[in-house]
């Protein structure tokens, strides 16, 4: 009888166990299968994206508004200064 107690918890943990592995390694294999580098470049590279359209944006809401502050100045009689000659810190391309 004692034999058999044994023999039952030892059959039922060796189950146990082959079903664990099983289920570890299908999870494995569709953990490989995910296409989670390409899911992180495509994300990143769409950001990316969303980034620069907001910087040329932003720069031709800059531009406007230096156009409407020079033409007030001027029918208020204002002297309108130059425009600058470059930027000192801007040095990339767009």
Request: overall charge negative; aromatic content about 2%.
């Amino acid at each position: 009888m004692v034999w058999h107690g044994l023999l039952v918890k030892a059959a039922t943990t060796v189950v146990t166990g082959a079903v664990g592995v099983a289920a570890y390694e299908g999870l494995r294999k569709a953990v490989a299968k995910a296409p989670v580098r390409e899911a992180a470049v495509a994300t990143t590279a769409l950001a990316l994206r969303g980034a620069r359209k907001a910087e040329v944006g932003a720069e031709s809401a800059q531009l406007k508004v230096a156009d409407v502050m020079a033409e007030a100045r001027e029918r208020i009689g204002e002297e309108v200064p130059p425009p600058a000659a470059g930027d000192a810190g801007h040095d990339h391309d767009h």
